[in-house]
């Protein structure tokens, strides 16, 4: 995995990410408010042992050693300091105090630490330390007790009341826990984004193929029935994404120049025939005389979708029954024609394979400007192979989310194998910034390329005209 990939599997799963990271941090404030906190005081003393008043004995003092000092430390939890401590506090029998102390390596200087959960109270447990300690210290050096000597706490650094804890250390522990929480939530999107089997955006479609997305159409939230936006609300993204498909087709119309194409996608489900409807219908806005026809033998639903009657098309013209004039419905009050599926046959392939069709196909294709074809999906029959046939392009619609990688994979090895290419792809339902790349400002590209469409199909549609005059005379 490159960096480019880690940022953009980053920006992809960054709410979970941010969940991850939430969590961490909400559990580690909320252990670290449920800690006790625990303050620490520290007193400096300087010990020295000096005689008694009274005492007239010739001789000197005895002087301090490192080994005395280290003994003096190693009393400080025994009961012979930690009982007079307590009583000198006022604290009740067998309260727990903690204190430590650490020797200085060239002076009889003593630091003495003390702790507790109360401020104040760690203060004055450092600085009573020193005294009783000085007080107990004559019980465990003999030679103090021979030469009749006591020892003597001076303080040099008296332990003022701490005002923050050295445990919890919060500003530690969040800082910790916001980078403990990045590590996991990154690796946690690194084993999604690996264990994900679905096409999530452009990138995904080309990994697989090197043919053009010539859009990425948003979902639109909220739909219950079938998605016109074209007719029902045509200023809406997902309007402008249909025409930004229309207008890219125009580039590979040019390549082609049989101003035909085959919708189809690897599964059903993927929206086809949504997308094929709405394509229909940009092209009719422009001005070209459209023909949109419903190859889907076995689920048909185009005519669901537009609203208009289904039960004669496509098959009864193929069985002789009636002329296409008879079954083909103009749609509203547009330039749109629409050849429903009609019933449903027992043997859709050999119906879409035969000379019938394709008879009735190069007769359709003198007629109108462009023939759209709804097509069954790839991977579960092979009707659109052999539309395929008969049109110059076929556009693939991917289902942002919802199509596998694996099947859109299958699907095109399925085309590869039969020398069938994909003209381009639509990536449909997309959300986020998928669905948000050609948008600037309020206006999309969608919309200024839907514009030089149009013009450019009104184009394309007065030469055709010449060129059906042409052959008429």
């Not at 936006?229 to 025409?243: K, V």
């Not at 919802?402 to 994979?409: D, I, V, Y």
């Not at 997309?430 to 050609?438: D, E, H, I, L, V």
Request: hydrophobic share 40%.
């Amino acid at each position: 995995m490159t960096i480019r990939d880690l940022v953009g599997v980053i920006r992809t799963r960054w709410r979970l990410i941010a969940f991850c990271v939430l969590v961490v941090l909400g559990a580690t404030a909320a252990s670290t408010m449920m800690t006790t906190p625990v303050y620490e005081a520290t007193a400096r003393v300087y010990l020295s042992t000096v005689k008694p008043a009274d005492d007239k004995s010739p001789g000197g003092t005895y002087a301090i050693t490192q080994k005395d000092l280290n003994t003096y430390v190693a009393i400080l939890g025994s009961p012979a300091v930690q009982e007079p401590l307590r009583q000198r506090l006022g604290l009740p029998p067998g309260t727990g105090i903690d204190v430590t102390g650490t020797v200085s390596e060239l002076t009889n200087v003593l630091d003495l630490q003390a702790r507790s959960s109360d401020p104040q109270r760690a203060a004055d447990i450092a600085n009573t330390a020193g005294p009783v300690l000085a007080e107990a210290a004559k019980k465990f050096s003999p030679l103090l007790a021979n030469n009749n000597q006591v020892v003597e706490a001076e303080a040099i650094t008296p332990a003022l009341a701490p005002t923050e804890p050295i445990s919890p250390k919060v500003r530690t522990n969040l800082a910790m826990a916001l980078l403990a929480g990045l590590v996991i939530g990154i690796g946690a999107a690194l084993l999604r984004h690996v264990a994900d089997t679905k096409v999530r955006g452009d990138e995904d479609i080309r990994k697989l193929s090197g043919r053009p997305i010539l859009a990425t159409i948003p979902f639109v939230k909220g739909s219950d029935g079938p998605v016109l936006t074209l007719a029902d609300d045509p200023h809406t993204h997902h309007a402008e994404a249909i025409r930004r498909l229309r207008t890219n087709i125009l580039f590979v119309d040019v390549t082609t120049q049989g101003h035909s194409f085959v919708i189809t996608s690897s599964n059903p489900g993927e929206g086809k025939t949504t997308t094929s409807v709405n394509l229909a219908i940009a092209m009719a806005d422009a001005g070209s005389k459209v023909l949109l026809i419903d190859g889907d033998l076995r689920n048909p639903s185009v005519a669901k979708t537009m609203g208009l009657e289904g039960s004669a098309g496509l098959t009864t013209v193929l069985l002789g029954r009636a002329e296409p004039a008879d079954v083909i419905q103009l749609w509203r009050d547009t330039s749109l024609h629409v050849l429903p599926a009609g019933q449903i046959p027992p043997n859709p392939s050999e119906l879409i394979g035969s000379e019938a069709m394709s008879q009735l196909f190069q007769k359709l294709a003198q007629d109108f400007d462009y023939i759209l074809i709804d097509s069954p999906p790839i991977n579960p029959v092979i009707d659109a192979v052999l539309l395929n046939q008969l049109t110059h392009g076929l556009i693939m619609v991917v289902a942002s989310e919802r199509t596998k990688r694996r099947e859109l994979e299958a699907a095109l090895r399925s085309l590869e194998t039969v020398e069938v290419p994909v003209a381009g792809f639509a990536l449909n339902l997309a959300t986020g910034s998928s669905a948000a790349a050609y948008r600037y400002g309020t206006y999309g590209y969608g919309q200024t390329a839907a514009v030089h469409g149009g013009r450019a199909l009104r184009a394309q549609s007065s030469r055709s005209d010449r060129r059906r005059s042409a052959r008429t005379r």
